[in-house]
């Protein structure tokens, strides 16, 4: 699988067109590259990182939480 790293607008200028005056939202303004978020690898990259670090903010408050009842019990339970 290959990824094209140019940009339609690349094509456009060689056809005579120069598409001044027009920005292209999506080359993420660095000559033609393609902006990340339309890349499926760094969308699924990013999902699960965002996920990963949920997990891990809600893993920060969530074992605190249940360790407390054993530091105030007398005797742990059997």
Request: hydrophobic share 35%; aromatic share 6%.
């Amino acid at each position: 699988m290959t990824i094209s790293l140019t940009n339609d607008a690349n094509e456009a200028n060689d056809a005579g067109d120069t598409g001044e005056g027009t920005k292209d939202s999506g080359t993420g303004g660095s000559g033609g590259r393609p902006a990340l978020w339309r890349l499926a690898d760094f969308r699924r990259f990013w999902i699960g990182d965002t996920v990963s670090q949920a997990g891990t903010a809600v893993t920060l408050l969530a074992l605190p939480l249940l360790l407390s009842p054993l530091r105030t019990a007398r005797e742990l339970p059997r």
